[in-house]
């Protein structure tokens, strides 16, 4: 249906306040003035996002059975998606009522996105970038719009685009994608976006069998949703570079970077298809030179300076000033989310340096990365959800910088099937003192490792693996994470690092005791 001139006085009755859409979508309504009631079927103590609501006092909630009321007083209903789809009882009564039904578009078309809207996207780092630059906002006293549905990330689905439409002063959306072509451009448009952030790319979270140029092809669909706008990308990575001449770019373009030594040479398929040699910094980025004019260039914004915990640089603007900055938060990785996000909080949101630098140094990172969770018998327990190669060469590398000896317990079953899982195998025998798999097919790669008399001195086996194999995106059991956690405790060293998903979701069980 058409939405146009609808009376403030209009009430709008939503179903499924407990869920995703139907949470934000009444909260949009309440923030723009409208009279609302909502339903779920839920008790109100099983309300998974009731902690959402506290401040909308107003909103009246019926849970469970819905009155009559509920029908014969609204003016528009709001029914979730599968509702309508399976024509349900309730669908018929609405329809019996002659009740307008809204959609999710219908909602987005109502109202426009708070701007500036920044979107942030990358295979690594968008988390910490999105977040970092969050609480840069608030210490300016700028409120950036929040779907606080407490436990979501809220980098895919409908999330981003309704929460671009709820109550603030700037969005700062970390825009995710499922890999196939079209699913960021659908994702990112009804955002509307003003900004783009793009981090890295790399191949860490394909499937088997995929293609990473494909892949890389859809980061740039957020490209072609900025042309003619603004654009901040991370410089060291030839992906990136060679994205932008394929798409032929035309926006403003606001380049970073860091100013360090390399620590490996690696190598990238670029868009010519050829392998481009890679000086890195961090995995897949660094300097680089290409036949097909793919080149390193310094960057308009550049990290220099770098202090040997990586967690304090110089950095130089492109007239030259220079600026320094202090993390609390360590490593190469952090210093090139930082830029990113220093970046668009002076250019974009103009907040002065001085501010931005308070900003910076008070951030304490993000839950989940490099997260110290407790101490047992003297070792440092920290989780990380690193879960590809990339991260795991990231975090295990920074943590060498500050522990003398180190375990890592892999609970991570990989995207990439068996061929990531040994990826992430070998990526962890460079840096980590021992090794203990504490998923099925971490277990299954390193009894495989053992055999071929590979990283004998670092693999440590679980007493037992407990059965149970990947569900979803979450690597492995309760039961395996423990059985893994358990071998680590036993063996001498200064950091125990649980490493994927699994290690995050369960981190409250592994400092029970």
Same mark, same amino acid.
């Given at each position: 249906m058409e939405i146009t001139d609808i009376d403030k006085d209009s009430l709008f009755s939503v179903v499924g306040v407990c869920g995703i859409n139907g949470n934000i979508i009444a909260r949009i309504l309440m923030d723009h003035g409208y009279k609302v009631q909502a339903n779920d079927m839920v008790n109100e103590e099983d309300c998974r996002f009731k902690s959402s609501l506290k401040d909308y006092p107003d909103m009246k909630i019926y849970y469970g059975k819905i009155p009559e009321s509920f029908f014969t007083e609204s003016d528009y209903m709001i029914l979730p998606t599968a509702l309508i789809e399976s024509k349900s009882m309730l669908y018929q009564k609405v329809k019996k009522y002659n009740i307008p039904i809204l959609t999710v578009q219908d909602i987005r078309d109502m109202f426009e996105p708070v701007h500036p809207v920044i979107c942030i996207t990358g295979t690594n780092g968008k988390t910490t970038t999105t977040t970092l630059l969050k609480h840069i906002a608030y210490s300016a006293n700028l409120k950036p719009c929040e779907h606080n549905l407490e436990g979501l990330q809220g980098n895919t689905a409908d999330i981003p685009s309704l929460q671009a439409r709820l109550k603030g002063d700037v969005n700062i959306l970390e825009t995710g994608t499922f890999g196939y072509k079209g699913s960021l451009y659908n994702l990112a448009k009804e955002c509307k976006p003003d900004v783009g952030v793009i981090t890295n790319i790399t191949p860490d979270h394909l499937s088997e069998n995929s293609n990473f140029i494909d892949y890389a092809r859809v980061k740039g669909e957020l490209v072609e949703l900025l042309d003619q706008k603004t654009l901040i990308i991370n410089n060291d990575d030839p992906t990136i570079q060679g994205l932008l001449k394929e798409l032929n770019y035309h926006g403003n373009i606001i380049s970073f970077g860091v100013d360090?030594?390399?620590?490996?040479?690696?190598?990238?398929?670029?868009?010519?298809?050829?392998?481009?040699?890679?000086?890195?910094?961090?995995?897949?980025?660094?300097?680089?030179?290409?036949?097909?004019?793919?080149?390193?260039?310094?960057?308009?914004?550049?990290?220099?300076?770098?202090?040997?915990?990586?967690?304090?640089?110089?950095?130089?603007?492109?007239?030259?000033?220079?600026?320094?900055?202090?993390?609390?938060?360590?490593?190469?990785?952090?210093?090139?989310?930082?830029?990113?996000?220093?970046?668009?909080?002076?250019?974009?949101?103009?907040?002065?340096?001085?501010?931005?630098?308070?900003?910076?140094?008070?951030?304490?990172?993000?839950?989940?990365?490099?997260? !110290? %969770?407790?101490?047992? @018998?003297?070792?440092?327990?920290?989780?990380?959800?690193?879960?590809?190669? *990339?991260? &795991?060469?990231? =975090?295990?590398?920074?943590?060498?910088?500050?522990?003398?000896?180190?375990?890592?317990?892999?609970?991570?079953?990989?995207?990439?099937?068996?061929?990531?899982?040994?990826?992430?195998?070998?990526?962890?025998?460079?840096?980590?003192?021992?090794?203990?798999?504490?998923?099925?097919?971490?277990?299954?790669?390193?009894?495989?490792?053992?055999?071929?008399?590979?990283?004998?001195? !670092? %693999?440590?086996?679980? @007493?037992?693996?407990?059965?149970?194999?990947?569900?979803?995106?979450?690597? *492995?059991? &309760?039961?395996? =994470?423990?059985?893994?956690?358990?071998?680590?405790?036993?063996?001498?060293?200064?950091?125990?690092?649980?490493?994927?998903?699994?290690?995050?979701?369960?981190?409250?069980?592994?400092?029970?005791?």
């Open positions: 360090t030594e390399p620590v490996r040479t690696s190598t990238k398929k670029c868009f010519c298809g050829k392998e481009i040699k890679v000086e890195e910094f961090i995995a897949g980025v660094g300097t680089y030179k290409c036949d097909c004019g793919i080149e390193y260039k310094k960057p308009d914004y550049i990290a220099t300076n770098i202090n040997d915990q990586h967690n304090k640089f110089t950095l130089i603007t492109p007239n030259n000033e220079e600026h320094v900055f202090k993390l609390s938060i360590n490593g190469i990785h952090n210093i090139y989310n930082a830029v990113g996000s220093i970046i668009v909080a002076h250019e974009i949101l103009n907040i002065s340096y001085n501010v931005i630098a308070e900003a910076v140094y008070s951030f304490k990172g993000v839950k989940g990365r490099m997260e !110290k %969770i407790g101490t047992i @018998d003297g070792k440092q327990i920290m989780v990380d959800y690193a879960h590809n190669p *990339a991260g &795991i060469t990231t =975090v295990l590398k920074e943590l060498k910088n500050s522990y003398s000896t180190l375990v890592n317990v892999i609970t991570t079953s990989s995207e990439s099937g068996m061929a990531g899982d040994k990826e992430i195998l070998k990526c962890a025998a460079e840096y980590a003192d021992y090794i203990v798999p504490a998923s099925h097919n971490s277990y299954i790669c390193a009894k495989k490792a053992l055999q071929k008399g590979l990283y004998t001195d !670092k %693999i440590v086996l679980p @007493d037992t693996m407990p059965k149970g194999d990947k569900e979803g995106t979450l690597g *492995a059991t &309760i039961e395996q =994470v423990l059985a893994g956690f358990n071998k680590a405790l036993e063996i001498d060293v200064n950091l125990v690092v649980c490493t994927g998903e699994a290690a995050f979701k369960y981190k409250n069980e592994l400092i029970r005791e």
